[in-house]
């Protein structure tokens, strides 16, 4: 269904997620309600947990004779007439569970109680020096409200992932992009940083499923899952299946305390690293390879074939076309095929005689260029490499 788009309050409050749901939740099932932005008239019909903050259904009034359904910002809404005998506003029946938490805030404030009556609060333990004591429901409101603004933060991830995913947004933009833009103020790359997080919470499951998707919170008040896209893109450097190892390492590592992106950086480094390979057990001068996983200045060489020509302890030289390069056994992958491993060798001497010549022809540089990533010369590749030794007069059987 459609929806009035919204900037900012009409009257100027705070437009946060529980400015609306407090709002939302202030409406009653066909309360006459008027928008502040248009003047149009209309009857409140339930709560709208589709987007990443609360909006509410209106069927406004409308000269035909089927009125329109909008979904739009509640706090831009005011009461102009009130059905008293309705009970308070309920979440529709196919809302998730975690949504209902947020409606009813008591059902989270009633288990962080049954949970304070046998731990201590992790502020408290978390800092030696009181600046001022907290009453205990202050301390248990604070609690409550802490665990749901992490909380929060997740699930608004995962919506704006579904949005995505599910292309929600086809009704009134025609990218995501376009789309993200105008109703959250994201650009391209935040918003597209923001849906991989929600993808590390999801490889996170079922560490993540156990806090968020089951309002379970933690029995020592530890932070569960990241709360911070910072946290989630220094995870994502790692393989899916890897990410729940190292985010149960970066938990016993920072104990109560909230995680750092350093701490976190630092775990996914380790479990990075391989144990290192001896290059004299891995090839042998002569041998041919494809260049792969190289970083950096070295990148443009990736696809490249690569004779080896010296063993270090960890490394290796390789000659490319062009120049000579240092890489780690990981960087190379073995060519098998019989014909290429006999014929680049010979393939790089003729390569190396004709740009020693000097100063060549843009169109000779183009020439060699491409040859540095054929694993094997056509026929016609071969005469136009024999056509620029005449030219340049090289003889492809001299000594380089």
């Keep these: 269904m459609p929806k009035i788009k919204s900037k900012s309050c009409a009257d100027g409050s705070a437009d946060t997620y529980e400015a609306r749901l407090v709002a939302a939740q202030s409406l009653r099932k066909g309360d006459r309600v008027r928008h502040q932005r248009t003047g149009e008239q209309g009857s409140f019909q339930e709560i709208n947990l589709g987007f990443a903050l609360p909006e509410v259904w209106v069927h406004f009034d409308s000269d035909r004779e089927i009125s329109k359904t909008l979904s739009c910002n509640p706090l831009e809404l005011e009461i102009i007439g009130s059905k008293v005998e309705q009970q308070p506003t309920a979440l529709p029946d196919t809302c998730h569970k975690e949504a209902l938490a947020e409606v009813s805030p008591n059902v989270v404030l009633t ?3 049954e949970a304070s009556a046998i731990i201590e609060s992790p502020c408290r333990r978390a800092h030696a020096d009181v600046l001022e004591e907290l009453s205990d429901s202050e301390e248990r409101e604070r609690y409550r409200l802490e665990f749901k603004v992490d909380r929060g933060i997740a699930q608004a991830w995962l919506a704006l992932k579904e949005l995505r995913d599910r292309r929600l947004y086809r009704s009134t933009h025609k990218t995501f992009e376009e789309y993200a833009k105008e109703r959250f103020g994201y650009n391209r790359a935040h918003a597209y940083r923001l849906i ?11 560490i993540w499923r156990q806090d968020v998707l089951q309002d379970e919170m933690s029995p020592i008040g530890r932070q569960k899952f990241p709360n911070s896209e910072r946290l989630c893109r220094e995870l994502a450097k790692l393989p899916p299946n890897s990410q729940p190892i190292a985010w149960e390492k970066v938990l016993e590592t920072s104990s109560d305390k909230a995680p750092t992106a350093k701490l976190v950086r630092g775990i996914v480094e380790q479990l990075q690293e391989k144990p290192l ?6 090839c042998a001068c002569g041998d041919v390879f494809t260049l792969v996983k190289l970083e950096g200045s070295m990148r443009k060489y990736n696809g490249c074939w690569a004779i080896a020509s010296g063993i270090n302890d960890f490394t290796i030289t390789v000659e ?17 095929e019989p014909d290429a491993r006999r014929q680049l060798p010979q393939t790089l001497k003729r390569i190396r005689r004709l740009r020693n010549v000097g100063l060549l022809d843009r169109g000779a540089y183009n020439v060699l ?23 340049y007069k090289v003889n492809s059987e001299e000594t380089p």
């Design 277 to 282: 390979l001896q290059a004299k057990d891995f």
């Design 111 to 113: 288990r962080v109680e």
């Design 369 to 391: 260029e491409d040859l540095g990533w054929q694993t094997y010369l056509t026929d016609i590749e071969e005469k136009l490499l024999s056509c620029l030794e005449e030219h």
């Design 320 to 336: 490319v076309h062009e120049t000579t390069l240092t890489v780690k056994p990981e960087n190379l992958q073995p060519i098998d």
């Design 196 to 206: 991989e997080a929600a993808q590390v919470l999801e490889n996170l499951s079922p």
